[in-house]
């Protein structure tokens, strides 16, 4: 391939990484505005929210340019097929983030039900397996992917012990429903993030390895 | 190209539609074994996960492969790129009738809360967006994909609906919470199963008309 080639799939790394950034902050803010009880924190999470769009769309169209105009083959075409998937991954990882504000905005109607602990540790294992799961894609590290797998495992645990926890809110006090379910939702979109970091994961270890954990996370983890 | 590559494409179509025929039957099954009570039901779903678990990957080769060896570009590289997401489209579907059966499993713990009316349509417009959108992708209908976008606010509006009742039973008697919450994230995965169709008519729209719906849907319903 050129070496025109070889700068533009450079390029298209750098693009990622700047999308998935910028997603990493669109969950870092969506959780802030929910703990700091702040709407306009959450008005930001909207406005980049913008940004990532429009990045996807350029994005793809990249891909599909460097795919019709260089017609790679082997590891190149892997690698720019991969490219395309991650970055609906980003995109959708950006949509959880925005029901996140959402439902943070919501909240702001309620009284506080109690200090948040372990939605916010979620949160911060998920921003790290979204920054980790691309810089695994760009340096095609396996090895860093694996560990994207085993704290999926850790949110999936939290998203467990998060609902057990609010659930005895609700027994103890109807009055906390409102407030306890939407908290229950905000867990649930932080494990759909973790889920796409996986996604994403998976697919880094296929493209190194050429070996498919798609369907196989159990022996993984 | 090829008549060789034209009739691996429409072996490709054949095999999504097929893919889309185990999801759909998958939908109908959890939802089977959510309002009859019969767990027996429930375990054809997983089945039914490993065949479609297979499929994707299968799916997954031959599109690197037809890439690979034709080096298409215009119309037949979106096409195949199209069908990469769908792939995964149709398997995350199949994830959300896992959530489905799983769910409907552990209700047979309690004893029903209320005839099951909206989950049911719910699930029946679902399986309707998943049939039409991939008919649309392979008959290349931009009209009939539009119509699963305007289905998708039908099940949006529905799921908004099965909240609010839930909500009531869960507040008139906190023994109900645990159901009600159930049923609230049943309903929560076949609205991700419409965001799935609703991804791949969007594409559909993207690869007829190379007009990139994906960001503009306030418009288009």
């Known amino acids: 391939m050129t070496r025109v080639f070889d700068s533009e799939l450079a390029e298209l790394k750098e693009l990622l990484l700047y999308m998935g950034g910028l997603v990493e902050s669109m969950i870092h803010l969506s959780i802030k505005s929910l703990v700091e009880r702040e709407e306009s924190v959450g008005k930001e999470v909207y406005g980049k929210e913008n940004e990532v769009n429009k990045l996807q769309i350029e994005i793809d169209d990249r891909c599909l340019k460097l795919i019709a105009l ?9 690698f720019i097929t991969s490219a395309m998937k991650i970055n609906s991954e980003l995109e959708r990882m950006g949509d959880q983030a925005i029901n996140i504000a959402d439902a943070s905005k919501e909240l702001l ?3 506080q039900l109690k200090r948040l ?6 949160a911060d294992i998920s921003k790290t397996m979204v920054k980790d799961c ?3 894609f760009v ?5 860093l992917a694996r560990s994207v797998l085993v704290r999926d495992n850790k949110v999936d645990g939290l998203k467990d012990q998060i609902f057990r926890e609010l659930l ?13 379910l939407e908290l229950i939702l905000i867990s649930r979109h932080l494990e759909r993030i973790g889920d796409h970091a996986t996604n994403i994961a998976e697919d880094v270890i296929f493209m190194v390895e050429g070996q498919d954990v798609r369907h196989y996370q159990k022996d993984v983890r």
Chains 1, 2 share one sequence.
Do not use: C, W
């Not at 602990?117 to 979620?122: E, F, H, S």
């Not at 005895?168 to 409102?178: A, R, V």
């Open 168 to 180: 005895t809110y609700m027994l103890s006090e109807t009055k906390h429903i409102p407030v306890a």
């Open 134 to 136: 691309l810089d695994a």
């Open 117 to 122: 602990i372990d939605i916010p540790l979620m």
């Open 109 to 111: 109607k309620f009284s």
């Open 70 to 78: 260089n017609q790679p083959a082997g590891t190149d075409l892997r």
């Open 139 to 143: 340096r095609a590290d396996a090895e």
